[in-house]
Protein backbone atom coordinates (compact mmCIF):
# COMPACT_ATOMS: atom_id res chain seq x y z
CA UNK A 1 0.00 0.00 0.00
CA UNK A 2 1.26 3.55 -1.07
CA UNK A 3 1.92 5.73 1.77
CA UNK A 4 -0.54 8.13 -0.37
CA UNK A 5 -3.12 5.59 -0.11
CA UNK A 6 -2.62 4.91 3.99
CA UNK A 7 -2.92 9.05 4.57
CA UNK A 8 -6.25 8.88 2.62
CA UNK A 9 -7.97 5.95 4.65
CA UNK A 10 -7.04 7.05 7.87
CA UNK A 11 -7.89 10.65 6.94
CA UNK A 12 -4.71 12.95 7.15
CA UNK A 13 -2.30 14.35 4.70
CA UNK A 14 0.46 12.62 3.23
CA UNK A 15 2.64 14.94 5.03
CA UNK A 16 1.44 14.35 7.66
CA UNK A 17 2.04 10.29 6.91
CA UNK A 18 5.20 10.79 6.06
CA UNK A 19 6.21 12.83 9.28
CA UNK A 20 4.81 9.83 11.30
CA UNK A 21 6.76 6.83 9.64
CA UNK A 22 9.50 8.89 10.09
CA UNK A 23 9.20 9.04 13.41
CA UNK A 24 8.37 5.39 13.34
CA UNK A 25 11.63 4.39 11.57
CA UNK A 26 13.51 6.84 13.97
CA UNK A 27 12.23 4.70 16.88
CA UNK A 28 13.27 1.38 15.66
CA UNK A 29 9.37 0.55 14.95
CA UNK A 30 9.86 0.10 11.39
CA UNK A 31 12.44 -0.39 9.46
CA UNK A 32 13.16 1.22 5.96
CA UNK A 33 14.62 -0.58 2.67
CA UNK A 34 14.91 0.60 -0.71
CA UNK A 35 13.78 -1.77 -3.56
CA UNK A 36 14.16 0.34 -6.86
CA UNK A 37 12.22 3.75 -6.66
CA UNK A 38 9.88 2.55 -3.45
CA UNK A 39 10.51 2.42 0.23
CA UNK A 40 9.58 -1.26 1.76
CA UNK A 41 9.16 -0.78 5.56
CA UNK A 42 8.99 -4.37 8.01
CA UNK A 43 7.70 -3.46 11.27
CA UNK A 44 9.06 -5.06 14.34
CA UNK A 45 5.99 -6.05 16.74
CA UNK A 46 8.39 -6.96 19.87
CA UNK A 47 8.97 -3.13 20.47
CA UNK A 48 7.01 -1.83 23.72
CA UNK A 49 4.46 0.58 23.45
CA UNK A 50 5.41 3.82 24.17
CA UNK A 51 3.45 5.44 27.17
CA UNK A 52 4.83 4.38 30.63
CA UNK A 53 1.85 3.01 31.81
CA UNK A 54 1.94 0.95 28.34
CA UNK A 55 5.85 -0.49 28.33
CA UNK A 56 4.38 -3.93 29.18
CA UNK A 57 2.71 -4.71 26.28
CA UNK A 58 4.07 -4.96 22.40
CA UNK A 59 3.23 -3.27 19.45
CA UNK A 60 2.24 -6.98 18.19
CA UNK A 61 -0.17 -7.26 20.29
CA UNK A 62 -2.63 -4.15 19.34
CA UNK A 63 -1.95 -5.62 16.16
CA UNK A 64 -3.10 -9.13 16.83
CA UNK A 65 -6.19 -7.93 18.66
CA UNK A 66 -7.57 -4.91 15.69
CA UNK A 67 -6.96 -7.83 13.06
CA UNK A 68 -8.80 -9.97 15.12
CA UNK A 69 -11.30 -7.41 15.62
CA UNK A 70 -12.06 -7.04 11.60
CA UNK A 71 -11.98 -10.39 10.35
CA UNK A 72 -15.07 -11.00 13.01
CA UNK A 73 -16.96 -7.68 12.03
CA UNK A 74 -19.81 -7.86 9.51
CA UNK A 75 -18.94 -6.31 6.54
Do not use: F
Not at 1 to 8: P, S
Not at 18 to 23: G, K, M, Y
Request: hydrophobic residues 40%; proline residues 5%; positive net charge.
Amino acid sequence: MRLRDVAVEVGITERAAQRIVAELVEAGYLERSREGRRNRYHLHPEQPLRHPLEQEHAVGEILRILADRKAVAPA
